[in-house]
């Protein structure tokens, strides 16, 4: 039971990609799903949920008007469009579903730390390097 996370590769800066996470053994359309990332020697931060109803909470200013998150219930995927990638962009990326149900926890909230989201898959690497 968890998410398998792929679509990850090197860009050069200011390139885009589109990365997917599926269900593997579960259905995860009842719960609000979030992108993460963990760049090398820094703490695992939140990049953006979706709700089960589609609603989006970006964690990262820097995501905002960048990033767009969307998800399909038939085939149990949620997916993250980044564009305009620029080397801070770099690190893996994992999601995961919230382990409270449909929506996703505020933005600057306790309750949208990682320790909060389960099922992680093994994450997918985003390198933006020129």
């Known amino acids: 039971v968890q998410l398998v996370e792929s679509g990850g590769g090197e860009v050069q800066p200011g390139g885009s990609l589109t990365l997917s996470c599926a269900a593997s053994?579960?259905?995860?359309?009842?719960?609000?799903v979030g992108w993460f990332r963990q760049a090398p020697g820094k703490e695992r931060e939140g990049v953006v949920c979706i709700s089960s109803d589609g609603d989006a909470t970006y964690y990262v200013d820097s995501a905002k008007g960048r990033f767009t998150i969307s998800r399909d219930h038939a085939k149990e995927t949620v997916y993250l469009q980044m564009y305009s990638l620029n080397p801070e962009d770099t690190a893996v990326y994992h999601c995961a579903t919230n382990r409270y149900g449909g929506k996703c926890p505020a933005a600057n909230s306790d309750a949208s730390s990682p320790t909060n989201f389960a099922s992680w898959g093994q994450g997918t690497q985003v390198t933006v390097s020129s």
């Open positions: 053994g579960f259905t995860m359309k009842w719960h609000g």
